[in-house]
Structures are given as C-alpha cells and as structure tokens.
C-alpha cells in the first residue's frame, strides 16, 4: 500500500485568507515533502521533514509555513498568498536509508488563488 | 544549470509499438534514479527505479536502462498502450542526498495512438 492522502483536492483563496492544505501517510515513512507544480512542469521542492524536523527550505517565502504535528502528518499553512502562488501543490513521502527510497506522491491539492 | 534534462517535450508512437523515452544527466554523484508518470490533475506515480549499481530494471512493460559512462538513463515501454499516454518525469537522487531530495528533468509528454 503506497498512499498519500491529500485534503483538499481543490482550494480556492483569497489574498488575505488563510487556509491549511493537510497530508497524511501511514507508509512508516520518516521523511515528508511538499512541492509545487504547475501545469506539464516538473515537481519543485518546497520543505522536507526528516523525523519531524524540518531540514530543508528551498528557500520558500513566509506565506508558506509547514508543520509535522506527528510522523503521519503533514500541513502547510497559507496566508497572503499572491495568484502567482496558483498551481498543484504535491504532498510526499519516504523512507530513510541508504539505497532506495521512492518518494511516493499523493494526488495533490490544486489552489486557486485570487 | 539543468542537472537532468529530458531532451524531447513530446514524443507520439502507434498503439503496440515500442515508447523510448530518455534522460540525460550532468551529475556523477547522482545513485538513484527514478522515473514517474503523470495524469493531468493528478499527482506524480512512480513506475519504475534503478539504482547506480545496476544498468538495467524491469517490470512488467517497462524497462529503465542506465549507461553511467554515458550518463543516459531510459525508459522502454512495450507494447505501448493508449493509457500510457501522460508525462513521463525522471527524477535522480544525489548521493550527499538529504532526506530524499529529487532532481527531476523536464518532462516527456508520450501520446499513444490507437
């Protein structure tokens, strides 16, 4: 079983909202993601979580705020976000190993942002 | 500076003919690579990996080849299927990798005809 669930599939915002995209994995998977993507590109990292802590920002504006309240779940907290920020946002997952380690994505939450 | 790049955007084959689609990389510290597939509106499914050590994976209708002196990566798809047709991303793994980080290439869009 390889699934990640993401909630919503759809959002749409406000500039001035503040909305929540939630993630969730019951792999045993110690490692989370979020990227972003937008239409026929390829997925861009945003954070990675390894054992619950963040250990990478690529450098992702403060409107984007992540949050791993256990090793099952993942958020990412929206606020002031601009409409170039619309596009698929993909939640992931994986082990932590040396050797393989597929990064498993859920289906992705699509936002809107006007 | 493009660390894996998918030269072709498009490629169209006939419905039971062989797909190939490739990937060329920059980056010798890369041991993992992977390939997903995409549906418009959906998230990246994995398909298939292959690991450094090895030049050739199988499963199923897919086939992954790795020439590590030439840095090439490829994936073979027999006999097409119209349901094949989808984005095809790969993705590499760098061997100093922090928790799963992915270089994805540019993307292949295979169109299937029946």
């Known amino acids: 079983d390889t699934e990640v669930t993401q909630t919503p599939k759809h959002l749409v915002m406000g500039m001035t909202n503040k909305k929540s995209l939630k993630c969730e994995q019951h792999m045993g998977h110690r490692a989370m993601y979020w990227y972003k993507q937008k239409a026929k590109k390829p997925p861009e990292l945003m954070f990675v979580?390894?054992?619950?802590?963040?250990?990478i920002n690529e450098s992702v504006p403060s409107r984007f705020s992540p949050e791993c309240p256990n090793s099952s779940l993942l958020n990412l907290h929206l606020h002031a976000l601009q409409p170039e920020d619309s596009a698929l946002y993909l939640c992931?997952?994986?082990?932590?190993?040396?050797?393989?380690?597929?990064?498993?994505f859920g289906e992705g939450s699509w936002l809107t942002v006007v | 500076d493009q660390q894996v790049k998918q030269n072709s955007p498009s490629l169209s084959v006939q419905e039971g003919r062989i797909s190939i689609l490739n990937c060329d990389y920059t980056n010798s510290m890369f041991d993992y690579f992977l390939w997903y597939k995409k549906y418009p509106a959906e998230g990246p499914t994995f398909l298939i990996s292959?690991?450094?050590?090895?030049d050739k994976n199988e499963d199923g209708r897919f086939t992954v080849f790795l020439n590590k002196s030439a840095k090439h990566l490829s994936l073979h798809i027999v006999p097409s299927q119209p349901g094949d047709s989808a984005v095809y991303f790969c993705a590499a793994r760098p061997t100093y990798n922090q928790g799963g980080k992915l270089i994805f290439g540019q993307g292949t869009e295979l169109s299937v005809k029946p």
């Open positions: 292959i690991s450094s050590i090895k």
């Open positions: 979580y390894s054992y619950e802590k963040l250990s």
């Open positions: 992931a997952s994986s082990q932590i190993r040396q050797g393989s380690n597929t990064i498993y």
